[in-house]
């Protein structure tokens, strides 16, 4: 008798339009299956006999490929996958993972906040709210969340709400925060949980982070927060915001993000709402300034072989120790076949929670106005917004309806390759959800990704030619 049993963590799931699917739960991977592939890992329970006369050569030729794809192991008779291994659909359609604020409150007072989270603009749900959401979202199958704010720790049932989390077999990826409360009390906290989320810190350019942020001593306390989260083996990422004052910050910032360990780094503009307004764009970048900054940032990056992982906004990303990058903002492939997708992909499977319940499709929107009300989760249940819903609708723009209510983006010889660009930064540019993105516009019509093929292969040494 020869009994095979689905591996741990995954699980089998299904959602509205994708019924069948196994689904890893610690790395939120989602691998479609046929109905044939389907039926025999669910026969994977332990106790059915795949020798069996009555099993056809196909069902086994499957459960082979199964067990060398490491999706399934060999187990004796009776050993059956644990509960949350077993078949369960959702009412609804597919979410990957939820990045959730759950609070609007924070313990700095930083100038380009746009949640208003200084003055909890959007305020802070009770925790049996909070224990309501954890629920949704496992009956919507999201195996993932990342947790922010405002400053997520601030709340004192910050345990309370990863231990719901974890009881629904929900992975907690990430966790935002400013750092000033990260001590070796909560790190315990996590550790004690068998768990080591990735912390994503802001840190804004050596030296100017303070101002940023409205206190002193902030700086000196969010580095603190990195040499312990190193210490203790977790790893990191850092936000940084760029404005007209730290604009020369990238080259330092760099060395110092490298000697503590900081495995990847992203980059963008402050962005032109919430708290930001207050100064009145007198610390804007232009677009051009911007790209200029980075341009002249992406020799000194690749000199020093690349340190660590990067994203300058949509104008460049690398791995660490890579030796070429990729153009975040060139979406698709060029083809007219690009048409059909989804405007916005990280969109579709990423879902964004606003720290009062309101859902949208991604958080720097939370400072910004969108022309249609989005569905709040303490007045619609989940399932429902994720199967008929403004918000619902929002995510699945696809790029043909786009390019209908934009005539500027529609005659454009570049849209198959921008797919229309950032809808955030085209609520902050030409403030419409299906307006002009003006950093992505400029990027391709500016010439710049010719500008940064330049840029990286001069670093090295080679000689400038056409990008192909």
């Excluded at 020798?51 to 060398?68: G, Q, T």
């Excluded at 940023?212 to 790893?235: K, N, S, Y």
């Excluded at 963008?268 to 940032?297: C, H, M, Q, T």
């Excluded at 309806?401 to 085209?426: I, K, M, Q, V």
Aim: aromatic share 8%; glycine share 10%.
């Amino acid at each position: 008798m020869r009994c095979l049993r689905l591996r741990e963590p995954l699980a089998l799931r299904g959602w509205d339009r994708l019924p069948h699917a196994i689904q890893d739960l610690r790395t939120g991977a989602t691998s479609v299956l046929g109905p044939d592939e389907f039926t025999v890992l669910a026969l994977c329970n332990g106790s059915f006999d795949l020798d069996s006369p009555l099993v056809p050569d196909a069902y086994r030729a499957i459960a082979d490929a199964a067990l060398k794809r490491g999706l399934v192991q060999a187990c004796a008779e009776g050993e059956r996958p644990l509960g949350y291994q077993a078949y369960r659909r959702a009412p609804c359609r597919f979410i990957r993972v939820a990045h959730w604020s759950i609070t609007g409150r924070c313990n700095l007072s930083c100038r380009h906040c746009f949640m208003s989270a200084p003055h909890a603009r959007f305020g802070e749900l009770p925790v049996d709210r909070c224990l309501d959401i954890v629920r949704q979202l496992a009956e919507a199958n999201i195996a993932q969340v990342t947790l922010t704010g405002g400053e997520p720790l601030v709340r004192p049932d910050f345990f309370r709400i990863v231990d719901a989390l974890l009881e629904r077999q929900i992975t907690i990826v990430q966790v935002y925060s400013n750092g000033l409360r990260v001590d070796a009390d909560l790190l315990d906290g996590f550790e004690s949980r068998g768990i080591k989320p990735e912390f994503s810190l802001s840190f804004d350019g050596l030296g100017w982070h303070d101002w940023l942020r409205g206190a002193d001593g902030a700086e000196t306390a969010v580095i603190a927060a990195m040499e312990r989260l190193g210490a203790r083996g977790f790893q990191m990422g850092v936000e940084t915001a760029l404005h007209t004052l730290n604009r020369h910050t990238l080259p330092a910032t760099m060395g110092l993000l490298q000697r503590l360990g900081v495995g990847h780094w992203k980059t963008n503009p402050a962005a032109d709402g919430g708290e930001w307004l207050k100064e009145g764009g007198r610390y804007n970048l232009s677009v051009d300034e911007l790209y200029r900054i980075y341009l002249d940032f992406i020799p000194v990056y690749r000199a020093a072989g690349a340190p660590l992982g990067i994203m300058l906004g949509g104008f460049f990303a690398c791995a660490k120790g890579a030796q070429d990058y990729r153009i975040p903002g060139a979406r698709f492939d060029g083809t007219a076949a690009s048409r059909r997708r989804t405007v916005c992909q990280s969109a579709r499977t990423t879902m964004y929670i606003g720290a009062d319940g309101t859902l949208l499709p991604c958080m720097p929107m939370s400072g910004l106005t969108l022309a249609e009300p989005m569905p709040n989760l303490t007045q619609m249940p989940l399932a429902q917004a994720l199967s008929d819903s403004t918000y619902l609708k929002t995510i699945d723009l696809r790029l043909e309806e786009l390019l209908a209510a934009n005539g500027r983006c529609a005659a454009c010889e570049y849209r198959f390759r921008c797919g229309g660009g950032c809808r955030s930064a085209a609520l902050q540019t030409s403030r419409h959800y299906l307006g002009v993105d003006e950093y992505t516009c400029r990027f391709f019509s500016g010439g710049y990704e010719q500008r940064v093929h330049d840029a990286w292969h001069g670093a090295a040494g080679e000689p400038p030619h056409a990008h192909g």
